[in-house]
T-cell receptor
Framework: NAGVTQTPKFQVLKTGQSMTLQCAQD?????MSWYRQDPGMGLRLIHYSVGAGITDQGEVPNGYNVSRSTTEDFPLRLLSAAPSQTSVYFC?????????????FGPGTRLLVL | AQKITQTQPGMFVQEKEAVTLDCTYDTSDPSYGLFWYKQPSSGEMIFLIYQGSYDQQNATEGRYSLNFQKARKSANLVISASQLGDSAMYFC???????????FGQGTRLTINP
């Protein structure tokens, strides 16, 4: 049981380049989400998904796309990278329940946009 | 809208002392959950403790306890007998309105001195 995995761990992009951050979980969690963490701040929700084929926007969705074709995978696409997207990106997953719904986080992807 | 406020940017505590990290929240939802996460210097997000809005008793998990005062809308984390390994960033977060997405505070950096 690997939990939540993210690749790559670190990436440098030039302004205008596109890339996909990968996220996968093997816990059969319905709910998956992407957060970004800027220096000295808490995490802010970018996009989330409550199941395969269903996605929705979070607090800071501009500049990012997501899709959820399988339960396991939830990739985050940067369409045209900007320096303002320099951040640490966390993927999280949880059971879709009305109970504790603890979210388990991946190790993070550190992105630098020059 | 939901909001989490952590008013202590940094705290310094002597080893073996107890420490209280403050968290206040704002929500109009009658049903919500409050979480504390630890983020060590390695960067991962580690779930510590959860409190549901309808829970009658304060949550406890080993050395961690959550001082839940619903009328004051506060959910302070108490760490008993602090250890050097407790040095980290601590984030308070809220989930509400039936959604699984979390809203985070800005965090408190805790430093344990030997």
């Amino acid at each position: 049981n690997a939990g939540v995995t993210q690749t790559p761990k670190f990436q440098v992009l030039k302004t205008g380049q596109s890339m996909t951050l990968q996220c996968a979980q093997d816990m059969n969690h319905e709910y998956m989400s992407w957060y970004r963490q800027d220096p000295g701040m808490g995490l802010r929700l970018i996009h989330y998904s409550v199941g395969a084929g269903i996605t929705d926007q979070g607090e800071v969705p501009n500049g990012y796309n997501v899709s959820r074709s399988t339960t396991e995978d939830f990739p985050l696409r940067l369409l045209s990278a900007a320096p303002s997207q320099t951040s640490v990106y966390f993927c999280a997953s949880s059971y879709r329940s009305t109970g504790i719904g603890t979210q388990y986080f991946g190790p993070g992807t550190r992105l630098l946009v020059l | 809208a939901q909001k989490i406020t952590q008013t202590q940017p940094g705290m310094f505590v002597q080893e073996k002392e107890a420490v209280t990290l403050d968290c206040t929240y704002d929500t109009s939802d009658p049903s919500y959950g409050l979480f504390w996460y630890k983020q060590p210097s390695s960067g991962e997000m580690i779930f510590l403790i959860y409190q549901g809005s309808y829970d009658q008793q304060n949550a406890t998990e080993g050395r961690y306890s959550l001082n839940f005062q619903k009328a004051r809308k506060s959910a302070n984390l108490v760490i008993s007998a602090s250890q050097l390994g407790d040095s980290a960033m601590y984030f308070c977060a809220m989930r509400g309105g039936g959604a699984q997405k979390l809203v985070f505070g800005q965090g408190t950096r805790l430093t344990i001195n030997p």
